[in-house]
Every structure is written in structure tokens, then in C-alpha cells.
């Protein structure tokens, strides 16, 4: 589709642990050596998305894997980390959101539900929307 608009693409596929690699150790990601990629990406319970969106997050000292530094948007993420009123702290993130659908420095494509295959002799799994095995020690299995 990008050929169709006048854009020649040339796709390369690299090994998880050469695109992940960090910057020093020729990391595809983390060192910036790309036009335009496609990667996973998860976030948490809180909104904080500053590890992404900071001038100071650009690697190798966070996960601003697209290099996106606006002092605009530092501003808005400082706002919104140093808050905890939560009227306050919402209204900080929706600015972000706001500034990231207008800069355009990441294109989310689709959100993957997780899944999960279990047993069903498993008990006690109660997953959360960021880590399956946040509550493991309470899991047991009968049999």
C-alpha cells in the first residue's frame, strides 16, 4: 500500500534478540536504525506513557524508541507524573493523548487482547491488563 502512494519499502525481518538489542550491542530498535517499524507494545494500569513520549527516554536511557522530543510534550508529562489529584493528572493525559494523535511519533494499529491457555485444573489466576502472573503465589494447581 505504501508503494501505491509513492513510497518504496524494502521489509527486513530481524531475530527478537538483534531488534530488541540494546543500541551498543547493534540494536535495530533501541539504536535507531530504521525508517519506519513495526513493534509490540504494552501499556500499564497507570496512563504514565512518559518512557515513550520524553525527550530524556531516547535510548539508551528509556524506551522513546520512535526519538519523539518535543519540549511541548515534556512539559505535558511533567504534569502529569507530578500530579495526584486525579481530575488533575487525567486532564494532563488527555493533552498528551491529544498531542500524540496531532504529532503522530507512533501509529497504533491494534490493541491485542491477551490470552491465555490453561488448564483447567488451574486455580487462583486472576489476571490484570499489564502482567498475567502478578498474583502466582496464589495460584495452585489440583489434580
Given at each position: 500500500?505504501?508503494?501505491?502512494?509513492?513510497?518504496?519499502?524494502?521489509?527486513?525481518?530481524?531475530?527478537?534478540?538483534?531488534?530488541?538489542?540494546?543500541?551498543?550491542?547493534?540494536?535495530?530498535?533501541?539504536?535507531?536504525?530504521?525508517?519506519?517499524?513495526?513493534?509490540?507494545?504494552?501499556?500499564?494500569?497507570?496512563?504514565?506513557?512518559?518512557?515513550?513520549?520524553?525527550?530524556?527516554?531516547?535510548?539508551?536511557?528509556?524506551?522513546?524508541?520512535?526519538r519523539y522530543c518535543t519540549s511541548g510534550m515534556d512539559?505535558?508529562?511533567?504534569?502529569?507524573?507530578?500530579?495526584?489529584?486525579?481530575?488533575?493528572?487525567?486532564?494532563?493525559?488527555?493533552?498528551i493523548e491529544e498531542r500524540v494523535f496531532k504529532d503522530?511519533?507512533?501509529?497504533?494499529?491494534?490493541?491485542?487482547?491477551?490470552?491465555?491457555?490453561?488448564?483447567?485444573?488451574?486455580?487462583?489466576?486472576?489476571?490484570?491488563?499489564?502482567?498475567?502472573?502478578?498474583?502466582?503465589?496464589?495460584?495452585?494447581?489440583?489434580?
Amino acid at each position: 500500500m505504501l508503494k501505491d502512494i509513492g513510497i518504496d519499502v524494502e521489509v527486513k525481518t530481524y531475530p527478537g534478540d538483534l531488534l530488541y538489542a540494546p543500541a551498543g550491542a547493534g540494536g535495530i530498535i533501541n539504536g535507531g536504525n530504521f525508517d519506519l517499524s513495526m513493534w509490540p507494545w504494552y501499556g500499564g494500569v497507570d496512563p504514565d506513557n512518559s518512557s515513550q513520549f520524553s525527550c530524556e527516554s531516547i535510548p539508551p536511557n528509556g524506551w522513546n524508541e520512535s526519538r519523539y522530543c518535543t519540549s511541548g510534550m515534556d512539559a505535558l508529562q511533567r504534569a502529569a507524573v507530578t500530579r495526584v489529584d486525579r481530575s488533575a493528572r487525567a486532564n494532563a493525559y488527555h493533552r498528551i493523548e491529544e498531542r500524540v494523535f496531532k504529532d503522530k511519533p507512533v501509529i497504533p494499529f491494534w490493541w491485542q487482547r491477551q490470552q491465555e491457555a490453561l488448564s483447567v485444573d488451574l486455580e487462583g489466576f486472576s489476571p490484570n491488563p499489564v502482567v498475567e502472573s502478578w498474583n502466582a503465589w496464589q495460584w495452585t494447581i489440583h489434580r
